[in-house]
């Protein structure tokens, strides 16, 4: 296991009479505030949305002072320093003025990780992430560690730092928590992939995607592991341009690595310095492709923080699949459905496409983001035989296949998507809801999606 000394770093100390705030009040803020009451410091959190009763029982009990619906900023603006939750976006008006007079706008996870002597294995890429924590969670617990799961799964990391803190963390990273640190160190960095998403958050410029997801990299040392996908061209042309100080340990499926994972022969190969363990991709809990990846990564984690074969090896056959991801929900007179609600991008949609076989019903559609839909063409030309959109606006699906598909049908709730999806289907069908957008037109979340999407099912 990897030694780590208190790293606590440009702390801002609770005796200060300047109010730390927090934006947001779902689980990161709430989160934030409980560290930062717990350390001391006079908070004041604003949310310009409606917040949570759950959430505001919690503030209120542990006497922070809040607001709701509003922002008021000459409040705001007499903070020490602001976290700020990651669904508000970096260009918006408060959160520019608040920089430019020169206030530490930081992110839950740079605040929690000032007060913990944790060892951090941090995931980070446009897909694939919650999988991949879950299953390196799983191992880490089945070997017996006292592990938190945080970041965007499970708990805040700041609650658990202020009511019980673990020797190690797994925390999955989106791009978004990636901007607001700083000093932050990852010891064990896994960057699955860069592909297209959230370009809305980042200029439409891929480029600028990809530096943010490299932000996992920031402050790793000669002790740290940079755990990374060598297939990925995007990833190999960062690299080239940065100068990391870790341990670099590569997987891939095309190639053998010396220091990482491979495929070769039907086994996983996990071959970390000159010591190889391997295993048969039958036994893997995950299938497909994609899960291939996740497993290597998981693996080498394993691996580098000195867990036994053993433990490797189980872990990565007895992992349960996790709630929207690829999950099989019912077979309905010979037709399955599936609820794959956490493809929020186009590039998780093709890796559950490219999953079945033939004869599906594509539940598509929400919250574009910039999506280019034109790598899913040939997939869906071969293996969709309707679509279903499900969304406010639909044109760009409709544009994008509507040349392949004869059959694209336009819903504005899950239920009534799972009951065209019915009528669409015959015995053999599979009715696969992996929508390649966001879900705020809507729907409260993915969750959300995906459990109305259930629901709907289970009700045929």
């Known amino acids: 296991m990897i030694n780590k000394e208190q790293y606590i770093t440009h702390k801002t100390h609770g005796t200060s009479s300047k109010p730390l705030v927090v934006l947001g009040a779902g689980e990161s803020g709430t989160g934030a505030a409980i560290l930062a009451k717990k350390q001391g410091f006079q908070v004041f959190l604003s949310d310009k949305g409606k917040i949570q009763d759950k959430y505001k029982s919690v503030l209120s009990s542990i006497d922070v002072e809040w607001e709701e619906n509003q922002h008021t900023e000459s409040k705001i603006f007499e903070a020490v320093e602001v976290i700020k939750s990651p669904g508000i976006p970096d260009n918006v008006p408060l959160v520019v003025k608040l920089r430019q007079q020169g206030i530490n706008v930081i992110s839950e996870i740079e605040f929690a990780g000032r007060y913990t002597n944790a060892t ?80 809305d958050r ?18 790793q040392d000669e002790n740290s592991h940079f755990i990374y996908c060598y297939d990925d061209e995007l990833i190999q042309q960062q690299l080239k341009r940065k100068q990391l100080k870790a341990q670099l340990h590569p997987f891939s499926i095309t190639k053998e690595m010396e220091n990482g994972a491979y495929i ?25 492709k994609h899960n291939l990846y996740n497993s290597m990564a998981s693996g080498i984690a394993g691996r580098v923080l000195e867990l036994k074969k053993e433990i490797i090896r189980e872990s990565l056959s007895d992992f349960q699949t996790i709630e929207h991801r690829l ?42 983001k910039g999506n280019d839909y034109e790598m899913l063409k040939d997939l869906v030309k071969e293996k969709v035989k309707a679509i279903i959109c499900l969304g406010v606006n639909n044109e760009k699906i409709h544009e994008a296949f509507g040349d392949v ?51 709907a099912v289970k009700g045929l």
Request: aromatic share 10%; charged share 20%.
């Open 202 to 219: 980042y200029d439409y410029q891929l480029e600028n995607y990809a530096a943010s997801k490299f932000r996992i990299t920031q402050n």
């Open 327 to 368: 999950e099989p929900v019912l077979t309905v007179h010979g037709i399955a459905f599936v609820n794959d609600s956490k493809a929020t991008n186009v590039n998780a949609t093709w890796y559950a496409l490219e999953s079945f076989q033939e004869n599906v019903i594509w539940i598509v559609g929400g919250v574009d």
């Open 264 to 288: 070769k022969d039907e086994k996983l190969i996990l071959n970390i310095n000159q010591k190889q363990q391997t295993m048969t991709l039958q036994a893997l809990a995950l299938q497909g």
């Open 120 to 199: 951090i294995v941090g995931i980070t890429g446009s897909n694939g992430k919650t999988t991949t924590a879950s299953l390196t969670y799983h191992m880490l617990k089945k070997a017996g560690l006292n592990v938190g799961l945080a970041g965007n799964i499970g708990e805040s990391f700041a609650k658990q730092v202020a009511q019980d803190d673990k020797d190690v963390y797994v925390l999955e990273l989106s791009s978004f928590q990636l901007d607001g640190m700083f000093d932050f160190k990852v010891d064990v960095a896994i960057l699955l992939n860069i592909t297209p998403d959230h370009l």
């Open 405 to 455: 598909i004869p059959t694209i049908v336009n819903t504005a709730s899950a239920k009534d998507a799972v009951d065209m999806a019915y009528r669409l289907g015959t015995k053999g069908d599979t009715v696969l809801l992996s929508p390649a957008c966001a879900s705020f037109d809507l729907f409260e979340n993915y969750e959300d999606r995906g459990r109305q999407f259930k629901a």
